[in-house]
């Protein structure tokens, strides 16, 4: 149930360069950006925003002068400390950045449409003019030479002994001509289809799949080869198969698109050549072109690159970037980023980050460089225990699924009610004022902002369903009040080439939002101060201040009660911003000792609690790091949630612990956390993967979801093992007059646990079972 949520944007560019940007790679080690235009190479730093090389290609011949030459593969080679270049005429270039050097390693006389390197750059495939592959050693010593199309299906044929054969089979009214009847023929790829070849390696670099068009039929087929280009699979004929072509870093699934009479689908291949799967993307048949596909460093998000198909010569052609992530074998459409018609921001390439799973690199025509960093993050509502309905937030393209824990525990993808939006959702955010935590604003890809509050409405909201995949509950529902347009031109900023402008979008007020962006320089943010109300004319969000701050901002975190505001930048540091003041303010986030606060590291979630009578700021880092202002209180924890006076986190070990933050100290905390081993009043064990989602504080009731392991498990029963549930399932324990329930998965009804005890009827029996079974507990001492 969880988001993407955006740290930060860095916008490089543009820069004064020769031509338009081809491709680019990453030099990681520097931090650069190598792009490829029809005249040669440039580094581009994005710390200084400037050139640091530019490397001509057309003084020694290998790009023709008149700007007609194409770079179709680069790569960086830290163990050589050189890049290497392919181009269309079919040379491939070494060149030394440090003395800017070049040398040709070979040369093919037919062209190269596509270089792809394997993921340990041990080895190199080129794909030429006449339709082979060449496997080279990094060293550009030739391995073998293949034709691209085999007639053969490969090493890994399928074996049949007649059963299920067509001539076997029971043809009814068809009768027995069917079983000679010849398969339908695929029909040719479609126009828009560029005809290039698409190379993806496996995550280990063992396999390589290339997806080439069949000169017989004109279809596109994949084939899959081994590292010395020994064939070993062809898929099965698939109609209306297209370019993109990107396997999964993990090594299940094989990812393409396919174009179907009523629909646009990503489609799914086993390394044997079987279809295993899909999901449809939003957009009509025949709208849209799906350019490349991209998969992450941790195969769990899924880039699509699309643009629209162009009716008529001079007509507009907007591009997107999509974000897709699975979860239940549903697919979420997680972030849409519509850069526009625009010829500066059209979409040259896209590229995840090697080594940073969660960063996507974009290039743009007009030589904009775009870096995004995002982080997993569970949007849910806080405030009094009066008002709080425990409400969490899941975006899943133009809806947003909106599940109240108090009334109900499901399973994402199925939702209390969910709000229909009029395009792909990118950020939502919750009311923090306490008594109106239920409300909610919600932002979408087009800038517009959807503002949903409970109460004062007797007309049904259409925009509003209850229930998700056959789900409902009798649960007051919102209704959208009003709905602010493009903030980002009322602001005076122009049109912008980063269509993610904006980040850490966060409902203050009423009629007042924040909002951060990036300063003049990649270090700087900017915070904005957003009003609606009478001031809104035109339905415009009023601009009222902008506040620099020197740092980039990657979190912000608001205290309902204090209505402290806590920012935290890149570097760890932490400031409190002083929004209520007539001119709003920054200043260092002190410690009860007067000294300035800094994590040791960055933190992906922060939030502001009361601990002994001092506010401070908790923050937990993508490794299990979890901090207290600038103490490390533990190192294993898994997630956290507070609640009141009250902190409760998972941990590796499968535990959670309840601790009081009343009457405490740091150093306490930090004792506690580190003794904690055997179970007690405020230790409980979970089930493996187990991370905090909310708390229904009215039913002592803590929501947990089970981490993507494995495959879906049957409804959950306890036997002689331990709970085995299903993936992302979410899992619901109650300590409550002395009786434990959880819901189960796939009935949906509420059992109570003694049904599952093998006729187990005493309290105390039952009590040993689940403590033995390692089934959470909730204290009612929460």
């Not at 204090?562 to 002190?590: C, F």
């Not at 533990?634 to 009343?662: G, P």
Request: charged fraction near 20%; charge should be negative; glycine fraction near 8%.
């Amino acid at each position: 149930m969880r988001n993407l949520k955006l740290l930060h944007s860095r916008e490089h560019g543009p820069v004064q360069a020769l031509g338009s940007p081809q491709c680019f790679c990453l030099r990681a080690d520097q931090g650069t950006l190598l792009i490829g235009s029809e005249y040669g190479i440039l580094e581009l730093d994005p710390a200084i925003r400037g050139v640091m090389n530019d490397i001509s290609l057309t003084v020694d011949g290998f790009l023709p002068e008149d700007g007609s030459g194409h770079i179709v593969g680069i790569e960086d080679l830290p163990d050589q400390e050189s890049v290497c270049i392919a181009t269309a005429a079919g040379d491939v270039i070494l060149c030394n950045l440090s003395t800017k050097q070049l040398e040709c390693v070979g040369s093919v006389d037919s062209g190269l449409t596509t270089m792809s390197w394997s993921p340990d750059q041990e080895l190199v495939l080129l794909v030429t003019g006449q339709r082979t592959l060449i496997m080279m050693t990094k060293d550009f010593e030739p391995i073998t030479e293949r034709e691209i199309h085999q007639d053969d299906f490969g090493e890994g044929k399928f074996i049949t002994v007649g059963w299920g054969k067509k001539e076997t089979q029971f043809h009814g009214s068809e009768g027995k001509q069917a079983a000679h009847r010849k398969q339908t023929e695929v029909p040719p790829a479609s126009s828009s289809d560029d005809g290039r070849p698409r190379v993806t390696w496996r995550g280990d670099g063992q396999f390589v799949a290339v997806s080439a068009i069949c000169p017989q039929t004109g279809a596109r087929k994949i084939r899959v080869w081994s590292r010395e280009l020994v064939l070993q699979s062809t898929s099965e004929p698939i109609p209306g198969l297209e370019q993109a072509l990107a396997w999964k870093p993990s090594g299940s699934l094989i990812a393409s698109t396919q174009e179907k009479p009523n629909k646009h689908d990503v489609v799914f291949f086993e390394k044997n050549g079987l279809l295993h799967g899909e999901f449809t993307l939003p957009f009509q048949k025949g709208k849209a072109k799906v350019n490349e596909l991209l998969w992450n460093l941790d195969s769990t998000i899924l880039a699509v690159w699309l643009e629209d198909v162009k009716k008529e010569k001079n007509s507009e052609t907007n591009t997107y970037v999509q974000l897709w992530t699975v979860g239940n074998y549903h697919w979420y459409l997680k972030q849409s980023l519509h850069f526009g018609s625009a010829e500066k921001s059209r979409l040259v390439s896209l590229l995840w980050d090697p080594e940073i799973p969660y960063r996507l690199h974009a290039l743009c025509r007009g030589w904009h460089a775009l870096c995004y960093d995002w982080h997993w993050s569970t949007d849910c509502s806080t405030g009094e225990e009066s008002h709080l309905v425990a409400n969490v937030a899941v975006i899943d393209g133009d809806k947003v699924l909106v599940t109240a824990f108090q009334h109900s525990v499901v399973p994402p993808p199925m939702c209390t009610f969910q709000l229909q939006l009029q395009q792909a959702v990118n950020q939502v955010a919750f009311h923090t004022d306490p008594t109106k935590s239920a409300d909610l604003a919600v932002l979408d890809a087009s800038n517009r902002i959807s503002v949903y509050r409970v109460g004062d409405s007797t007309v049904k909201d259409p925009t509003v369903t209850l229930g998700g995949s056959g789900f409902k509950a009798s649960v007051e529902t919102p209704h959208l009040e009003k709905t602010y347009r493009y903030f980002e031109v009322c602001c005076g900023e122009g049109k912008q080439v980063n269509p993610l402008t904006f980040r850490l979008f966060t409902w203050l007020q009423d009629d007042t939002f924040l909002a951060v962006s990036q300063g003049q320089l990649a270090t700087h943010s900017i915070i904005h101060h957003l009003t609606g109300g009478p001031e809104a004319e035109g339905g415009c969000l009023h601009l009222r201040l902008s506040v620099p701050v020197d740092g980039d901002v990657i979190s912000l975190c608001c205290n309902p009660k204090t209505r402290a505001i806590a920012l935290q930048l890149a570097d760890g540091q932490i400031l409190k911003y002083l929004w209520e003041a007539p001119t709003p303010a920054l200043e260092p986030w002190r410690s009860s000792t007067g000294s300035a606060v800094q994590f040791p590291s960055p933190c992906v979630q922060t939030a502001l609690a009361m601990i002994g009578g001092e506010e401070a700021i908790l923050g937990l880092t993508d490794r299990c790091r979890f901090f207290i202002n600038d103490v490390e209180v533990a190192s294993n924890v898994t997630s956290f949630a507070r609640y009141d006076d009250f902190l409760l986190v998972t941990t590796h070990s499968h535990t959670c612990q309840c601790v009081s933050l009343r009457d405490t100290s740091l150093k306490v905390l930090q004792a506690g956390f580190s003794s904690s081993s055997s179970p007690n009043e405020t230790l409980r064990k979970v089930e493996r993967g187990s991370r905090i989602v909310t708390v229904v504080p009215q039913d002592t009731k803590l929501i947990l979801q089970v981490s993507s392991h494995g495959i879906a498990a049957a409804p959950c029963q306890l036997q002689d093992s331990k709970p085995d549930f299903g993936i992302g399932q979410v899992v619901e324990t109650i300590v409550k007059n002395g009786i434990i329930r959880h819901i189960d998965e796939h009935s949906m009804l509420w059992k109570s646990q003694s049904c599952f005890c093998k006729g187990k009827s005493c309290l105390t029996d039952v009590l040993e079972f689940f403590e033995k079974h390692s089934v959470l507990g909730l204290s009612e001492s929460l």
